[in-house]
Structure formats: structure tokens, C-alpha cells
């Protein structure tokens, strides 16, 4: 039973994303969901070290980097006819790379972990980053490489011309990604990655070296961290070295913490969040990257374990069949708590407009007016009073949920 309902889950998660392109045919929809598939394999095989492993690494954009330049390289020998085979096959082309380069800087970095693996992670980041601006023979300088994946022969009559042809490419890339990287979690291998990083010296103790299963876990995220590389480099057909450099390291650090460490599909969750503020909330606000900031900073506060966290947060009161006793004080304090949020956003954004007329979710606001920022001001005051008042009784109805009654009592 618990093996079919597995099933249902995994055809279920392959059938949205194939289906997803027939409800948004739209260029962006396409566009957008060509980025979460690469988010997502980026964000899982950086899950396999942080989360899995207890490994926090500030350099993981070097083995998506990797992947990604000799992905574009390979389109370009496809161009030239140098090789021939299918551009479906290129992100493999990207893993590999990016296994022999985690293999290369696995073999020093995984002898220690915490703050002496993230250092040399940060370091090696930092190498690689500054050298692609070095080497511009394999990296291009600063104008990076492009390639065509329009050269490549057709695959069963597919030429690869548009970006829903490329989806579908990326949809079975993740589908195989995602399941062998939940695989390796039930492995041997991957079950002594979560003992090693809970507790390395009892793992020692039983017979087991730290080192080793770090660095197994290690190349195993370098594979798959090379495959997203692969992706991207099929998407947009060309590649910089920002793939290469901290932000990108710090950008698959927020999507695996955001979405929930340690949870097989909070990566998921984090990809999919931080791919639609980039490619949604951008269009509207300049100011999302410091929306972003403010929601991981709440996230570390209020929701240590991620979005996937809270989620299964609510597992016992889902099972006892009492998850409907916290509808309405979620109703009661989620409301009045959305309208504190945009009343601060809307603050932030009369403060930094440039115009004199700022629209704002159907409303029209006057930053000269100083009744509008009395207006704004009010509506957010007033909803965080009527949030403080609501949180006893959702503690209450919280407490009442996922209590269990002890049996036997009089």
C-alpha cells in the first residue's frame, strides 16, 4: 500500500509538469517554467549537501558552471560537426563535468566539515570565479560563450526550434534527476550522509569514515548540480561567468533554506517561490531582490525548517482528522497578517517611486499626499493589533490539534 501510494505521487508530480504547458501556453509561462525545472535539479543537488549531508557550501555554482560552459561547448562542436548526437543527451554531457570537478575538489575539501569545508567551498568559488574571467579561451571573458541547439540532428522528428520543445527536454531530465537523487537518499550511502551529519564520530565508531561518505555525497551533488548546468545552457544558448560566481552559490543557498532543509521536496518549493519573484515580481517592483531578502530573513526566524517544514508541521492533525479545527484562526490571523505585508510594501514603494501616481493592487496612491501615507499607515497598524489579538487563539486551536488524548484516562 505505502509503495503504490509512492507511486501515485511520482506519476502524479511527472504528469503536472507535462501537462502544465497545456493550461499556460503562453512565451513567459514556457520561459518561466523552463527556469524552475533548472531551479529545481539546482536546488535538489544542493539539498544533497546541505541538507543530507550537513555540508554548507558558499562554491556550489562551480560544478552548475561547469556544467553549463561544457554544455555550450558541446553545442558548439555539434555546430561544427566536430561530434553528432542528439542535444537531448547535452545535459548528461553537463553532469559528467561537473562530477569530475567535484570529484577534483571533493578529493580536499570533504576531509573536514562546518565552518572549515564552507571556507574552502567559499575559496574555491572565489578561484574558479576570478579565473573564468582568466581563461577566456574555455570561458569566454566577460562576454561568456553561446552556442545553437538548433545545429543538433532531430530527435524523432524533433528539431528543438522552441522553447516548449526544450521544456519538455528539461521535464525529462528533472523527472530522472529527481527520482535517482530520492534514490540515493535510501541508499546505505545516503542514510550515513544524514548520521554523518548529525552526529560524524558515532558514524566513525560503528566502522564508517566521515570523509568517505561526504565526498560520495559530494560528487553525487557535483553530477546533478552539472546536469541543471546542462539546462541552462539549452535554454538560453549562451553562458557567463555569473553562473560561476557567489551570487548564483547564494541564490541556490536561499531556494534549498527557503523551501526546507533536510525535506526531499523543499527544494522544490524553494525553487518554484524564488523563480516567480525573480521572473514575476520583478517586472513590477525594482525592489524585489530586498522582498527576497526580508522573506529569508523571516523565514530563518519564524519557519527555521522551510516552507516544507510547515507543511509537515500539520502531519499529526492531517492523520487525527482535526486540521479543520485551525481553518478559521489561520482565516483570522492570515488576513489582517497579509494586509500588515502590503501595507508595508506599499509604504516602501511610495518611499522609493519616482512618479506621482503609484498603482498598487487596484488601488491609486499619491506619495505627495500625506493622507495616503495616513491611510496606509492606519490600515497596517490596525491589521497588526488585530493580529496580536488572534495569535492566543490560534496557539489555542494549534495546541488542540495536534494534541493526543491519553488513553486510558478518567
Not at 565526498?215 to 553562458?239: D, V
Request: aromatic share 14%; hydrophobic share 55%.
Amino acid at each position: 500500500m505505502v509503495q503504490l501510494k509512492r507511486l501515485s505521487i511520482w506519476i502524479g508530480y511527472l504528469v503536472v509538469m507535462l501537462v502544465l504547458p497545456q493550461f499556460f501556453d503562453s512565451i513567459l509561462s514556457v520561459s518561466i517554467f523552463n527556469q524552475m525545472a533548472i531551479a529545481i535539479v539546482f536546488a535538489l543537488s544542493y539539498n544533497m549537501l546541505l541538507g543530507q549531508g550537513g555540508m554548507l557550501s558558499f562554491g556550489h555554482a562551480v560544478y552548475f558552471g561547469f556544467g553549463g560552459f561544457l554544455a555550450v561547448h558541446t553545442l558548439i562542436m555539434i555546430e561544427f560537426e566536430t561530434v553528432y548526437f542528439s542535444i537531448l543527451f547535452i545535459p548528461l554531457i553537463g553532469g559528467v563535468f561537473g562530477l569530475l570537478a567535484a570529484i577534483f575538489i571533493g578529493s580536499f575539501s570533504t576531509h573536514k566539515a562546518g565552518t572549515v569545508f564552507a571556507m574552502i567551498s567559499l575559496g574555491m568559488g572565489e578561484l574558479i570565479a576570478a579565473s573564468s574571467l582568466i581563461f577566456v579561451g574555455f570561458f569566454g571573458g566577460e562576454a561568456g560563450i553561446s552556442g545553437d541547439r538548433t545545429y543538433g540532428p532531430p530527435f524523432f522528428g524533433v528539431e528543438f526550434l522552441r522553447d516548449v520543445e526544450i521544456y519538455y527536454v528539461a521535464v525529462f531530465w528533472v523527472f530522472i534527476a529527481t527520482v535517482f537523487m530520492y534514490l540515493f537518499t535510501q541508499t546505505p550511502a545516503g542514510r550515513m550522509a544524514n548520521a554523518v551529519r548529525d552526529n560524524p564520530e558515532r558514524a566513525e565508531f560503528i566502522g564508517y569514515s566521515a570523509r568517505k561518505v561526504r565526498f560520495i555525497s559530494f560528487c553525487a551533488a557535483g553530477l546533478f548540480a552539472g546536469i541543471a548546468g546542462g539546462l541552462f545552457a539549452l535554454n538560453y544558448e549562451f553562458i557567463t561567468e555569473e553562473t560561476l560566481n557567489a551570487t548564483t552559490s547564494g541564490r541556490v543557498l536561499l531556494m534549498a533554506y527557503i523551501g526546507g532543509l533536510g525535506y526531499f521536496i523543499g527544494p522544490i518549493v524553494g525553487a518554484v517561490i524564488l523563480t516567480l519573484m525573480n521572473s514575476l515580481l520583478s517586472n513590477y517592483s525594482d525592489l524585489w531582490m530586498l522582498y527576497l531578502g526580508v522573506m529569508f530573513l523571516l523565514t530563518v526566524l519564524f519557519l527555521p525548517r522551510g516552507f516544507a517544514g510547515f507543511i509537515m508541521m500539520h502531519q499529526v492533525a492531517w492523520v487525527r482528522g482535526t486540521i479543520k479545527q485551525l481553518a478559521l484562526p489561520y482565516l483570522l490571523t492570515g488576513v489582517p497578517a497579509l494586509l500588515v505585508m502590503l501595507s508595508a510594501i506599499a509604504l516602501i514603494e511610495m518611499s522609493h517611486v519616482e512618479a506621482d501616481v503609484l498603482q498598487f493592487i487596484g488601488f491609486t496612491l499619491e506619495p505627495a499626499l500625506l493622507t495616503d501615507w495616513l491611510m496606509v499607515g492606519i490600515v497596517g497598524t490596525g491589521s497588526l493589533f488585530a493580529v496580536r489579538k488572534s495569535l492566543p487563539r490560534l496557539r489555542d486551536a494549534w495546541d488542540s490539534a495536534n494534541t493526543i488524548p491519553s488513553e486510558g484516562g478518567s
